[in-house]
């Protein structure tokens, strides 16, 4: 099983736009896949035509009262699941930290009082245990992240082989990789791999022409691959399905493709 | 109701008003959910508006004599374009509609109303090439698959052969919800059993499956299509229907005499009763035979030959034939056993030849490949001569004689003074009236025959006499098949039982001498024709050898199984039996 999560601090990069139709793709090709819509907001579940709800809430699949396979529900597509987003799970740092700690894990808590403060501890890695059952079930696993630095986002870090990153094309997006890649060296054992690309790309503007091909061609981390902003990727939350499902010929759809071939090639 | 994975079936036999039944079930489902056709999806076209569907052919082998479906298995073949599969299953997991091919959208699992990855406990799935599906196969040529493995001590030496055959056109429709988000398949698959060029309806089949997470939504349609009239819960699968059509029954075909008899009835009419079941199963392997499809089609319908001589002589005086008659038909029965002989002594070399090879300790299995060569052009050679025969006027003429006169005997036409009166009747006693009295009467004469001929067998006595004996019980051996369902049956197992034993003892000292005599006479053959080699002549000798010790190991086993048959307890054991017979 190979668990993708898309990642960035910033909201509003095209991170579900991303997960959906990545997960969408490999499904396509044969994968059998999940994705955890893990943004209380919904916007996954939503595209997918999913109720944004989690029997027990947040807390039930967390303190692993309910397996995490009961939450799982069937999309419209073959191959491919959704674990729904609930808006319980706005508290997930909370919970995160909770269940750990109930697991007499309380060496989470660092000196400084703030959840997860001890970078890998316990309560980093509780999401990856959650997952771990998946494995016969899944070849795939994606992740889509809330936008935020929280002790959710490191245990998607912790849990995922691969961190998709969506980059807007600014300067201070190369800040932001600068500081997700320092971060992710500090982690102790395994680390995940970095995978940024550049999205909602306006190739009528110079300034995003300049720094998507400088940066990929100055960082490995950085795909080729590049989404261009098309209002057609807007419309999937009109559509509720992955553009390239509903728009397969588009210029979007046919970007998404080579971004998952260059992604899964990796 | 929950229909389960069968889901539903239209009623009846109308083929519109199957489908009255299914546009009301898309009504009853349109009621509570949106329902769309599953779009046929392609690259190039977009969305589509058509109702996917595909057709999936289905071709179901068993061995002639049913012994897949009797271990509770189901063989499909499944040919594809993308590549053509044998699907072996339990049976009360296979024959679920088969999913529609191409389709897109959907857990192809859900879709096809069952998990083909799921495979069950005793369930395999091999690739094939270059099968024909309107053939028989033998095992060989699945070697090396994980069907051709779990079935291989199963079925062979028997072919794998056609029974039926299916196309299943099935239409997919989704259920949505107010989200316009699918919360189940409901499937409609309208198959057509081919026969040849001929494609004849069966009743449609309509299942719901479920999407992962809507199991509500799920049982909720299901219970819509229950309340829908004219459709009932699939109690059978596809390939049931699809034999009703063909006017056949699972099972239909067994080398048990089983034949349909009661104690009350008149002997002869029993006697043609039995009669006719040996004649239909001899008739059933003529084709098989013919056709070359393998090798049991010809010892089924060998042993038939034999029973139906063994019948003549137990009981052939109290049928209403006349002395004439009675000669005639034994002697046409002995001549159809002897011209059968011939390809199946040769069968038995070359089933045998495998392990023969293999148990060689001195020479080396390649040796023997010209001795099997020669083996395999003799039997082309007997077999020619055994189709000309079965083609004959003279045997088609003699079933189809027999067949009439069993008729006509079975319905009484003999008239019950032939059973009062009957002409050479053993030990000068009457067969009496009813069947009851023929069967105890006539296997205890039997019983003595071989209880005193095996008490007169000694340590000097010449194999002859052996062979006698293998003969009086084989005579007894039918007589207790001929009237088993007179006997109680856990009390005939235990005298069959040791009866077998016995016979088996004396049929491994028989066939061990006939087939040390035979290969020394095929070595002379094959010298003649200069086709020994010195190394394939001193393997034959080695197979002689082993031979002879397992004759000689059989005669020293003798003893222990005469008197376990025989002795005492036995007597008592047949006695009981037959007074059983008698009384009840």
Known sequence: MRTYATYNIKGGVGKTTTAVNLAYLAAESGLRTVLWDLDPQGAASFMFRVKPRVKGGGRAIISGKRPLDDAIKGTDFDNLDLIPADFTYRNMDLLLDSAAGGQGAGAGHGGDGKPGSAPGGKPARKLGRLLAPLATEYDVVFLDCPPSVSLVSENVLHAADVIVVPLIPTTLSVRTLEQLSDFVDEFKGRKPELVAFFSMVDRRKKLHREIAEKLSAERVEVASTAIPALSVIETMSVERAPVTVFAPASAAAKAYRALWAEISAR | MNSGPAGFTADGIDPPAWEEAAAAALDALAAEFSVTAERRVSAAAGRGTDPASADQRTTWLDTFDWRLYKAGLTLEYLPGRGGSELRLADRASAGRPPGPAGVTGGDAAAVAGSAPERAPDRGAVQPVTGWQASRPHLLAELAGGPVGARLARLVAPRALVPVATTTVTTTVYRLLNADSKTVARFMISRPRLVSGRHATPLPPRLVIAGVRGYPAQERRADRLLAAVPGLSPAAEPLFADALRALGRRPADYSNKVDAAITRAMPAARAGAVILLRLLDTIDANVPGVLADIDTEFLHDLRVGVRRTRSALKLFGDVLGLTRKELAFFAAEFKWVGDLTTPTRDLDVHLLDFEETARGLAAAKPDDLEPFRAFLEQRRRKEFRALA???????????????????????????????????????????????????????????????????????????????????????????????????????????????????????????????????IRALAAAMLAAGEAPAVTLLAMGEITAGLAARQRAARADFERRFAAFAGIDGQRRVSALLRGGVSR
């Open chain 2, 388 to 518: 000309r025969g079965l083609r004959t006027a003279r045997f088609t003429g003699l079933t189809a004689d027999w067949r009439k006169k069993l008729v006509a005997l079975q319905a009484g036409g003999a008239g019950p003074a032939a059973v009062s009166a009957p002409r050479s009747v053993p030990s000068g006693r009457s067969a009496g009236g009813s069947a009851g009295m023929l069967a105890a009467e006539r296997t205890r004469v039997a019983f003595a025959k071989v209880a005193r001929r095996g008490a007169a067998i000694t340590t000097d006595s010449p194999a002859e006499s052996l062979h006698d004996l293998r003969k009086r019980a084989k005579e007894l051996r039918y007589a207790l098949e001929f009237f088993a369902p007179l006997h109680d049956s856990a009390e005939s197992a235990k005298v069959v039982g040791d009866l077998k034993r016995l016979q088996d003892c004396l049929g491994e000292f028989q066939d061990t001498e006939i087939q040390i005599a035979e």
